[in-house]
Structures are given as C-alpha cells and as structure tokens.
C-alpha cells in the first residue's frame, strides 16, 4: 500500500440526515441531505450498496438540491424481506415511494448500476410519473441463454435449503482493502469510507449489512428483450453515464449496446467518465457531478 494511502481517510462535507417511512413490507431507511421538497430527487443505490454510499457523490451536489437516498429492501438499515428479493419487486418498491414521497409530481431519479436499471425500466412502465431519469452504469444483467435455465432454478432451490451467510470482516481496513484490489480506480479514502457505511459491528469484527440472500439468483430468465420493451416506452429526458473503463454495458447487452439504446430511447443523451468503472459514482464523484449539472441545467 502506498504510504500516503495509510492515513487517508474521506470527511463528509455534507450533513446527511437519516430517516425512514413505513414501506410496503417493513421499515425503509431514507438519508436526505439538502432542503425538504415536495419532489426531491431520488438516489438509488446498487447492488450491496446503501442510500448512504451517495455521500461521495452529494457532497459534489449542489447545496439546494433536494436529495433523499433510498436503502432498498434487504440493504443497509432497511427491512429485509422474509422470502425473496427480485428486481420486479424492486418497481413495486420505487412505485410506492413515488406515491409517498413526490404525490402527485413528476419523479426525478438518479440510479446507480441495479438502482440505474430499476429507474430507467420504471421510467418506461410509468412514462407519465418522470421528469427525468440520469442512469449510472445501470444496464441490467447479462442475458441468461435458455439452456442455462434449468441450472439456476436447481442453484435457487439448492440456496433455499442453504443460504449463503453474512460477509465478515475482521477490521474496516480489509474491506477496504478488498474494495480497492477489486476496483484499482477506488481512491482509498473512499473505499474506506463505503467500508464503514456498508458494515455493522459484531461480535469479532464487521458484518456486511446487505441481507446475504441478496446473493441468490432468481428462479425466472433475466431476458435483455423485456428490458429494452420497457425501455422503448421512456419519454422524459435520460442521461446515461458510463465508465471508460469499466465494459460492464458491452458485458450486459452486447458489443453494439450503445447504438441499440439510443435507438430506443432517442431522448437519452450520454456521457463517458474518464478513468471510471462501474463504481463510478465512487471513484469519480467530481466528474458525475459536473455531468449531472449540466444535464439537470438543461431541463429547466
């Protein structure tokens, strides 16, 4: 490790302010920063991460905009679920937050990665609710081919009976560690930083505090086809962020995924972050921010 990463440590120059709504089926823990509005703009968090992981990225934000990070389901201090976490569940989700925190007005959305996926398809189901959606990284899963069907459903039932376990760490700065080797673009003092706000103390060491049945796969085909139908529905402006680095789009739908989303969605524009990956909201939260900007002045 380079010495000068041993020291370093990130300090939110936001303050976050924690709350949480009675959700569909159990607690949902929001983190607002910026003024109370009746249609603040929503951030939804990725795959194992939490509405507090947004820091990095709020504290490039400007001060009045109305932000309000969600903790889905099974994430961070919200609720888990007793039995399932499927991405249409995700939409059920965002679909009654929308009702209870923006009645009535148009939604702004800002997703990452799973959260970018969930915005972007919601956008297209529910085209009249949307003002605009900016999608980081958000492109959904490879395509399960048919033949590999049988396999999964056979590892979901094999999971039931055995469900994975929490991730644990014995100090903060092995996940950090873990971060970084996995993410090189991962400035160190922001992997520390998601170290701290992902984990919870327990007996021995940290404990990841993303349900660890978020890990099983699910029992149906993730077909890129049903995505690209709800995205062929969008209407309101999009602005779809990705990494230079990271080919996580190409990965998920294909070597010419950038000319078949913008012929689906002609009101998405799009901008490349330069050395980013699929963290990019991490990694490179200056850059986002002055693209979020720019799109969020355009609108208006």
Avoid: K
Wanted: net charge positive.
């Amino acid at each position: 490790m380079d010495p000068a990463d041993a020291a370093d440590e990130y300090r939110p120059r936001r303050p976050a302010r924690p709350g949480e709504l009675d959700g569909r089926e159990g607690r949902i823990a929001l983190t607002r920063w910026g003024p109370d509005h009746p249609a603040p703009i929503l951030l939804l968090h990725g795959w194992m991460d939490c509405g507090a992981g947004w820091q990095l990225l709020v504290d490039q934000l400007p001060d009045d905009w109305p932000l309000v990070a969600v903790d889905w389901p099974g994430y961070g201090r919200s609720a888990r679920r007793a039995d399932r976490y499927w991405f249409a569940d995700h939409l059920a989700e965002l679909d009654w937050l929308a009702g209870a925190l923006s009645p009535g007005q148009p939604l702004r959305l800002i997703g990452h990665s799973m959260g970018g996926t969930v915005a972007s398809v919601y956008a297209g189901v529910r085209p009249a609710r949307i003002a605009w959606v900016a999608n980081l990284e958000g492109f959904g899963m490879p395509e399960l081919p048919p033949p590999q069907l049988p396999g999964q459903i056979a590892g979901w039932l094999d999971a039931l009976r055995a469900p994975p376990t929490p991730r644990r760490y014995a100090d903060l700065e092995s996940l950090a560690v873990a971060l970084r080797r996995a993410n090189p673009l991962l400035p160190m003092a922001h992997a520390r930083y998601l170290a701290r706000v992902w984990t919870r103390a327990v007996e021995g060491g940290f404990e990841i505090r993303a349900d660890p049945r978020q890990q099983l796969p699910m029992p149906i085909r993730y077909a890129r086809a049903d995505l690209e139908a709800c995205w062929s529905q969008l209407r309101a402006p999009l602005l779809l962020l990705y990494g230079a680095e990271s080919g996580y789009m190409q990965r998920a739908l294909g070597a010419a995924a950038l000319a078949r989303l913008r012929a689906l969605m002609p009101t998405m524009s799009v901008e490349c972050i330069a050395a980013a990956g699929h963290l990019l909201p991490h990694e490179r939260p200056v850059q986002v921010a002055q693209a979020l900007r720019r799109f969020v002045a355009r609108q208006a």
